[in-house]
């Protein structure tokens, strides 16, 4: 296990200096130019980890994790759809995504709001946003229509899962407090003074 974790950070830290220049938005902007960029599975995920977001919290996250995903579909293709982060801040990524589209205008992050928009339930919407990007981003609205179905198939069954997991985590802490509570009604009463 330590040789694994050593060799790991060794690996990074032996990366070609070029790609330790260059940071996420730097490649996103190189294939959205149409430049191809191949990196290697180590080198993806430490682009991806030296990624500092630009938006605050979870939105910030995972709009990494869609800039990920369009750099280097190979290695981060499932994030805009799988992110742990999506399920468990929905709402907050939908908005923080939106209002960082509203300050900058970069499309990106109007790419970005689809799936959170799906994930909200809000279809209509996430087809108007696939129309807009039609009009202004040739390459992010081949991306979101060569992955539209996919998201569309995926991302229901992904939020009914989520929510019952929240339903259990409420289930099981009302029922751990319940204990709780039983446990110390049974408790006898200490005397002031005695241990």
């Known amino acids: 296990m330590k040789r694994f974790l050593l060799s790991g950070f060794l690996g990074l830290l032996l990366l070609p200096s070029t790609l330790l220049a260059a940071d996420l938005d730097e ?3 190189k294939v959205r130019g149409g ?3 191949a990196l290697e599975k180590d080198e993806a995920i430490a682009m991806l980890n030296r990624a500092r977001p630009e938006t605050p919290g979870s939105a910030g996250v995972y709009v990494n994790q869609v800039k990920a995903a369009v750099v ?3 290695f981060h293709g499932g994030w805009p759809y799988r992110s742990s982060v999506l399920y468990h801040d929905t709402q907050k990524v939908y908005d923080g995504v939106k209002e960082a589209y509203t300050r900058s205008s970069d499309t990106i992050y109007l790419f970005a709001t689809i799936c959170p928009a799906l994930a909200l339930g809000k279809v209509q919407e996430a087809d108007e946003i696939r129309e807009d990007l039609k ?4 390459f992010l609205s081949r991306l979101a229509e060569a992955n539209i ?3 569309k198939q995926s991302i229901p069954p992904m939020v009914e899962v989520r929510k019952k997991e929240l339903e259990k985590a409420a289930k099981d802490a009302a029922a751990k407090e319940a204990a709780e509570k039983e446990a110390a009604a049974k408790e006898p009463a200490k ?3 005695k241990q």
């Open 27 to 29: 490649l996103l902007a």
């Open 35 to 37: 430049e191809t960029v």
């Open 72 to 74: 280097a579909p190979k």
């Open 135 to 138: 009009n202004k981003d040739v």
């Open 149 to 151: 179905k996919l998201w």
């Open 191 to 193: 005397e002031p003074g």
